[in-house]
T-cell receptor, first 115, second 115 residues
């Protein structure tokens, strides 16, 4: 059973460009979580999605950031007009249900560098 | 809000040495506590967890005990191996109610074990 897949693993963008980060959850998992790790910081929650629904986006910046998890295909975290402060590692996790006893399984992360 | 504080690294040990990585937390209610490990180039993997006071989580020779009186969840291993070299993250998830799917992480501790 393949784990959580994220691509690309490394992404370099210039200021003002768009970044698209993809996450394919584990087979059978319909709950996806995105976390961001800024340099010298712990992972911080950004957004929680189920298929076709955003459940909680309280950790996501209000501007330039959006996330989706369509019925078919991977979850996408989209950052428009990137700035240097967006440079970070972005981790995706998935779980089979959204209950408090669920284990979240993490992908290897996408390391975004904004020049 | 909830927070996790873990000892800063890096920690460098010789093989077979005793390991302690301190972790304390601040949370309302009765959170679940976790240790995740990230090996180079990989995603975070759940190492162990404890869901209530005085529970001891254990896995692969690692142990941690949920101490509510000291709000701590220190990670220990009696004899480390070179293969234990990784980054270790302490994390909590809120108890019942509210946003109990969010994980709150510490900054991570890099452990290097030398032969």
């Amino acid at each position: 059973n393949a784990g959580v897949m994220q691509n690309p693993r490394h992404l370099v963008r210039r200021r003002g460009q768009e970044a698209r980060l993809r996450c394919s959850p584990m087979k059978g998992h319909s709950h996806v979580y995105w976390y961001r790790q800024l340099p010298e910081e712990g992972l911080k929650f950004m957004v929680y999605l189920q298929k076709e629904n955003i459940i909680d986006e309280s950790g996501m910046p209000k501007e330039r950031f959006s996330a989706e998890f369509p019925k078919e295909g991977p979850s996408i975290l989209r950052i428009q007009q990137v700035v240097r402060g967006d440079s970070a590692a972005y981790f995706c996790a998935s779980s089979p249900t959204g209950t408090s006893t669920d284990t979240q399984y993490f992908g290897p992360g996408t390391r975004l560098t904004v020049l | 809000g909830d927070s996790v504080t873990q000892m800063e690294g890096p920690v460098t040990l010789s093989e077979e040495a005793f390991l302690t990585i301190n972790c304390t937390y601040t949370a309302t209610g009765y959170p679940s506590l976790f240790w995740y490990v990230q090996y180079p180039g990989e995603g975070l993997q759940l190492l162990l967890k404890a869901t209530k006071a005085d529970d001891k989580g254990s896995n692969k020779g690692f142990e941690a005990t949920y101490r509510k009186e000291t709000t701590s969840f220190h990670l220990e291993k009696g004899s480390v191996q070179v293969s234990d070299s990784a980054v270790y993250f302490c994390a909590l998830r809120a108890g019942r109610g509210g946003s109990n799917y969010k994980l709150t992480f510490g900054k991570g501790t890099l452990l290097t074990v030398n032969p």
